[in-house]
């Protein structure tokens, strides 16, 4: 009976046969030497971790989370400068239109009226006395 350790390697071995994009090339092995020469050429071609191999996870982590953050968080104020740069003189422009309309509205409707009777008529607003 095979072991579990040996049945997860060949199922996949067995994928890695189904799925592979390249055919492998026929070694003939003749004797002991050249077995042993392409065993070594053959560990000296392959680029990629064993299934076997134990991986350290603090070599995989960050080590420098700190450093990491400080360049994330430049990106992000950069990213955030550029975006203002860009949109923020359409808004102001288009804010300080909306806000003209508004004033000149509202001295159409409110202070023209108040002018011009005040031209018709001759009166002026009271001040109020002390």
Known sequence: MMSQEDDVITQAD????????FVARVVEVANEETTVAAAHN???????????EVVDAPETAP???EALLATL???????????LV????AAVANASQNILT????K???TLLPHLLEILNNGTTRK???P
């Open 14 to 21: 067995a994928l890695m046969r189904r799925h592979r994009s």
């Open 42 to 52: 053959a560990e000296n071609d392959v680029d990629f971790p064993v299934l076997t």
């Open 63 to 65: 080590r420098d989370s």
């Open 73 to 83: 968080r430049a990106d992000v104020e950069n990213e955030l400068s550029a975006w």
């Open 86 to 89: 860009e949109v923020l003189p």
């Open 102 to 105: 508004e004033l000149d509205a």
């Open 107 to 109: 001295a159409r409707h």
């Open 127 to 129: 001040e109020p006395t």
